[in-house]
């Protein structure tokens, strides 16, 4: 959209629509919206809301918080309250509300640390368990994972700012090249507080424009570093490559002293991690490498340079000046971390733990990649600067090696479930011709490709052709695709989570057999995600609250997250041995049976009752604990209905299914060889013929398939039998062609 106005307007309308469907008010559906996008832009992670209203404590003070969530990788806190207001005209949010808000969480924070929260609140209330944790958190110390270093505060509003504000030059405006243009960044800066108990504090303000503005870029607030204004240094040294003009990036050697990259961290956290491989790192970096690290920042800070392989990291620009013979980097414009992310957050940690607050003598060895080109896209549709980022962590030597695989957007995987999104319909059952479900490997690709659009009737048939409800992404698709494997605990632990351990073992079955990928495949998992929407949509859609009084068992805020994904294992679980669910029914009806629906309704209510008796543990904690999953699974009784069983299919009949979508795919793949070969001409045949002849990269046999590909080519056209088929042999003879091209580009040797 547009045009502000109009995007306030909608997002309003929008609000008060779901608040009508849900039974909900629109100050709860704004939090759950505005938290929402902050999960996808990765500001957050795993937030929970918290909602009891203002309450006096100790002093007459006033305390609330609507919501928190922790920070695992940079060990941050995040409180979150919101400031709504139903209207379209709304009042200024001004300064003094804002400081206003930040006492109530402030308040909240103190009540919890002097332990005097539990005088407000009955020993069965929620809030007592988020406070007991978050106490455990803030006095944890060591090498405790879960302790607290840093805190931050949120307000979300969807006010104006007013001219106090303003005045206080609290907007700023951010420059990010993009094809050697400018592009105009509205953003809202931190506003640092002073320290609680010695770890540092800072507001977030997140009003309704800077939401839009967000939305509208497609991409994330660039993180800006100004070494003179910001950190009161001439910059970072540097060497400048000479690697050659229209490459599309430049290269800079330089060295970074340890105290000034651990205060571009203490100062924006996790930020400055690629958003990827911030998945990764979390707090599941190897205990060996971190120990080793903080050994060497305390006890031999002089030989940090030497034992440590440096960073790795990208920038869109950067601005350098030259000092006394000395290039020096004086500004850094969105700076990503690609390697090095614990090697950055052990300084930072040493820092705020004390234990070598100066970082004396520290200096850290960094390149940088400076991407210009943020949008070329090659035939795969994958970004130049997301290939460049994949292969600086795939061969970057670091402590902890960032695989291929972990950047997971680009993996061979998630760009074939992509393509087959695009070539699968469903049956038109919702809608009145055959749809897709639109799989969105990377964030909001679904929009991007509706904004290339030339016109608004363009883009309403994209979106009759994908409808938005018809919408995945890959970290739903971990979320679905692990609960179908029966752990409901790993999902219970957020999707960043989710998706380290999805992708790792997808990535490797797809490597192994990607036979198994196919159509068949494709649309189980479209059933996965059925399923798991009609459990989370049956939740939603008869859930009591105090706008639309049900008299439902669920409770609106309850724990919907954790229930779904409990449920639906617990009923797998429980079919009998060889059975399985009835996929073919299931993608035909595009949704479940009613006798399905039937047993989905027993076992949300068995779920529910069974994880909210946790034992005085946090529920969405003890959801996540194996251990949980293992006595719901084994302890609680539960025997599905004959109806439900009788609709199941025997696992022989499912894998005939499988074999035969192999063999399928297995066609497929070696037809599109053959005219792949054709298509790519002699020319090119007889070019990497010569090229790998030059470097001896190939035997007697590789050599002769390659010189048939250049025949093949050169007559240019198919072989078929009489019957129209292509012989088997020659598409043997084109699969094994493209395995040897496989194998030169993995040695550097392509045209």
């Given at each position: 959209m547009d045009n502000y106005q109009d995007y306030k307007k909608e997002f309003l309308d929008t609000l008060r629509t779901d608040s009508a469907v849900n039974g909900s008010d629109t100050q709860d559906e704004f939090l759950s919206c505005t938290l929402g996008m902050l999960e996808d832009y990765d500001e957050i992670q795993n937030s929970q809301k918290l909602g009891f209203g203002d309450k006096r404590c100790s002093g007459q003070r006033i305390m609330r918080i609507d919501g928190y969530s922790f920070d695992e990788t940079d060990h941050s806190l995040e409180l979150f309250i919101s400031d709504f207001q139903d209207a379209y005209d709304t009042e200024n949010l001004t300064a003094g509300r804002v400081d206003e808000l930040y006492w109530r969480m402030y308040y909240f924070l103190d009540e919890v640390c002097n332990g005097k929260i539990e005088n407000y609140f009955d020993d069965s209330d929620d809030v007592l368990k988020v406070a007991r944790l978050i106490r455990y958190r803030m006095n944890a110390i060591g090498d405790d994972p879960q302790q607290i270093l840093k805190i931050r505060m949120f307000i979300l509003t969807n006010k104006e700012l007013s001219t106090d504000l303003l005045n206080r030059n609290l907007l700023e405006t951010k420059i990010r090249k993009n094809k050697g243009s400018s592009k105009t960044v509205k953003s809202t800066k931190k506003i640092k507080k002073s320290d609680f108990n010695g770890k540092p504090l800072e507001i977030n303000l997140w009003n309704l424009e800077r939401f839009y503005e967000k939305e509208k870029s497609f991409s994330s607030d660039p993180i800006v570093i100004d070494f003179r204004k910001d950190f009161d240094c001439d910059g970072i040294p540097c060497i400048k490559g000479n690697i050659g003009d229209n490459l599309g990036y430049e290269a800079y050697i330089a060295i970074i002293p340890g105290k000034l990259l651990s205060e571009i961290y203490i100062e924006h956290g996790s930020k400055v991690l690629e958003g990827n491989v911030r998945a990764f790192l979390g707090t599941s970096g190897s205990k060996s490498v971190n120990s080793g690290i903080r050994r060497t920042i305390n006890n031999e800070p002089d030989k940090f340079f030497t034992y440590n392989n440096g960073i790795a990291t990208t920038a869109a620009d950067v601005e350098t000046e030259e000092k006394d013979g000395q290039l020096f980097i004086t500004k850094i414009v969105d700076l990503q971390i690609i390697n090095g992310g614990q090697t950055t957050a052990s300084l930072a940690e040493a820092v705020l733990k004390k234990t070598n607050a100066e970082l004396t003598g520290i200096f850290v060895p960094m390149k940088?990649?400076?991407?210009?080109?943020?949008?070329?896209?090659?035939?795969?549709?994958?970004?130049?600067?997301?290939?460049?980022?994949?292969?600086?962590?795939?061969?970057?030597?670091?402590?902890?090696?960032?695989?291929?695989?972990?950047?997971?957007?680009?993996?061979?995987?998630?760009?074939?479930?992509?393509?087959?999104?695009?070539?699968?319909?469903?049956?038109?059952?919702?809608?009145?011709?055959?749809?897709?479900?639109?799989?969105?490997?990377?964030?909001?690709?679904?929009?991007?490709?509706?904004?290339?659009?030339?016109?608004?009737?363009?883009?309403?048939?994209?979106?009759?052709?994908?409808?938005?409800?018809?919408?995945?992404?890959?970290?739903?698709?971990?979320?679905?695709?692990?609960?179908?494997?029966?752990?409901?605990?790993?999902?219970?632990?957020?999707?960043?989570?989710?998706?380290?351990?999805?992708?790792?073992?997808?990535?490797?079955?797809?490597?192994?057999?990607?036979?198994?990928?196919?159509?068949?495949?494709?649309?189980?998992?479209?059933?996965?995600?059925?399923?798991?929407?009609?459990?989370?949509?049956?939740?939603?859609?008869?859930?009591?609250?105090?706008?639309?009084?049900?008299?439902?068992?669920?409770?609106?805020?309850?724990?919907?997250?954790?229930?779904?994904?409990?449920?639906?294992?617990?009923?797998?679980?429980?079919?009998?041995?060889?059975?399985?669910?009835?996929?073919?029914?299931?993608?035909?009806?595009?949704?479940?049976?009613?006798?399905?629906?039937?047993?989905?309704?027993?076992?949300?209510?068995?779920?529910?009752?069974?994880?909210?008796?946790?034992?005085?543990?946090?529920?969405?904690?003890?959801?996540?604990?194996?251990?949980?999953?293992?006595?719901?699974?084994?302890?609680?009784?539960?025997?599905?209905?004959?109806?439900?069983?009788?609709?199941?299919?025997?696992?022989?009949?499912?894998?005939?299914?499988?074999?035969?979508?192999?063999?399928?795919?297995?066609?497929?793949?070696?037809?599109?060889?053959?005219?792949?070969?054709?298509?790519?001409?002699?020319?090119?045949?007889?070019?990497?013929?010569?090229?790998?002849?030059?470097?001896?990269?190939?035997?007697?046999?590789?050599?002769?398939?390659?010189?048939?590909?250049?025949?093949?080519?050169?007559?240019?056209?198919?072989?078929?039998?009489?019957?129209?088929?292509?012989?088997?042999?020659?598409?043997?003879?084109?699969?094994?062609?493209?395995?040897?091209?496989?194998?030169?580009?993995?040695?550097?040797?392509?045209?």
């Amino acid at each position: 959209m547009d045009n502000y106005q109009d995007y306030k307007k909608e997002f309003l309308d929008t609000l008060r629509t779901d608040s009508a469907v849900n039974g909900s008010d629109t100050q709860d559906e704004f939090l759950s919206c505005t938290l929402g996008m902050l999960e996808d832009y990765d500001e957050i992670q795993n937030s929970q809301k918290l909602g009891f209203g203002d309450k006096r404590c100790s002093g007459q003070r006033i305390m609330r918080i609507d919501g928190y969530s922790f920070d695992e990788t940079d060990h941050s806190l995040e409180l979150f309250i919101s400031d709504f207001q139903d209207a379209y005209d709304t009042e200024n949010l001004t300064a003094g509300r804002v400081d206003e808000l930040y006492w109530r969480m402030y308040y909240f924070l103190d009540e919890v640390c002097n332990g005097k929260i539990e005088n407000y609140f009955d020993d069965s209330d929620d809030v007592l368990k988020v406070a007991r944790l978050i106490r455990y958190r803030m006095n944890a110390i060591g090498d405790d994972p879960q302790q607290i270093l840093k805190i931050r505060m949120f307000i979300l509003t969807n006010k104006e700012l007013s001219t106090d504000l303003l005045n206080r030059n609290l907007l700023e405006t951010k420059i990010r090249k993009n094809k050697g243009s400018s592009k105009t960044v509205k953003s809202t800066k931190k506003i640092k507080k002073s320290d609680f108990n010695g770890k540092p504090l800072e507001i977030n303000l997140w009003n309704l424009e800077r939401f839009y503005e967000k939305e509208k870029s497609f991409s994330s607030d660039p993180i800006v570093i100004d070494f003179r204004k910001d950190f009161d240094c001439d910059g970072i040294p540097c060497i400048k490559g000479n690697i050659g003009d229209n490459l599309g990036y430049e290269a800079y050697i330089a060295i970074i002293p340890g105290k000034l990259l651990s205060e571009i961290y203490i100062e924006h956290g996790s930020k400055v991690l690629e958003g990827n491989v911030r998945a990764f790192l979390g707090t599941s970096g190897s205990k060996s490498v971190n120990s080793g690290i903080r050994r060497t920042i305390n006890n031999e800070p002089d030989k940090f340079f030497t034992y440590n392989n440096g960073i790795a990291t990208t920038a869109a620009d950067v601005e350098t000046e030259e000092k006394d013979g000395q290039l020096f980097i004086t500004k850094i414009v969105d700076l990503q971390i690609i390697n090095g992310g614990q090697t950055t957050a052990s300084l930072a940690e040493a820092v705020l733990k004390k234990t070598n607050a100066e970082l004396t003598g520290i200096f850290v060895p960094m390149k940088l990649t400076v991407i210009d080109d943020r949008e070329t896209e090659n035939e795969d549709g994958v970004r130049f600067y997301d290939q460049m980022v994949q292969n600086i962590a795939k061969y970057a030597n670091s402590q902890n090696k960032v695989t291929a695989a972990d950047l997971f957007s680009n993996d061979p995987f998630h760009i074939w479930m992509e393509k087959m999104s695009k070539k699968i319909f469903a049956p038109s059952v919702h809608y009145s011709v055959p749809t897709g479900w639109y799989y969105e490997r990377s964030r909001k690709r679904y929009e991007q490709e509706q904004f290339k659009l030339k016109s608004e009737i363009d883009r309403k048939r994209f979106r009759a052709k994908f409808p938005k409800d018809q919408l995945i992404t890959k970290e739903q698709l971990g979320m679905y695709l692990t609960t179908m494997k029966e752990q409901p605990n790993i999902v219970a632990k957020g999707k960043n989570f989710v998706i380290k351990e999805f992708n790792t073992i997808v990535s490797q079955d797809y490597k192994a057999n990607k036979g198994c990928f196919n159509e068949f495949y494709f649309r189980k998992c479209i059933c996965a995600a059925i399923i798991y929407r009609t459990v989370d949509n049956y939740l939603e859609s008869h859930k009591d609250s105090a706008k639309r009084q049900t008299g439902f068992w669920y409770k609106a805020g309850g724990y919907k997250l954790d229930i779904v994904p409990y449920t639906i294992a617990k009923i797998i679980h429980s079919m009998p041995a060889g059975y399985s669910l009835d996929w073919e029914g299931i993608w035909n009806r595009q949704a479940v049976s009613p006798a399905f629906m039937r047993e989905i309704e027993i076992v949300t209510k068995m779920t529910n009752d069974f994880i909210c008796d946790s034992h005085g543990v946090i529920v969405t904690e003890y959801c996540k604990k194996a251990e949980t999953w293992a006595d719901f699974r084994d302890n609680v009784s539960y025997k599905p209905s004959v109806n439900f069983i009788d609709e199941l299919m025997p696992e022989s009949i499912v894998h005939e299914q499988e074999v035969s979508s192999q063999k399928d795919q297995k066609d497929t793949d070696e037809l599109n060889y053959v005219m792949e070969i054709v298509r790519l001409g002699s020319d090119y045949w007889r070019k990497l013929l010569d090229e790998a002849n030059k470097h001896s990269a190939l035997g007697y046999v590789e050599q002769n398939y390659l010189k048939q590909a250049v025949d093949f080519a050169l007559k240019g056209n198919i072989p078929c039998s009489s019957s129209g088929k292509v012989p088997a042999r020659t598409m043997a003879m084109a699969r094994s062609i493209f395995e040897i091209k496989d194998k030169l580009e993995s040695l550097g040797i392509k045209i």
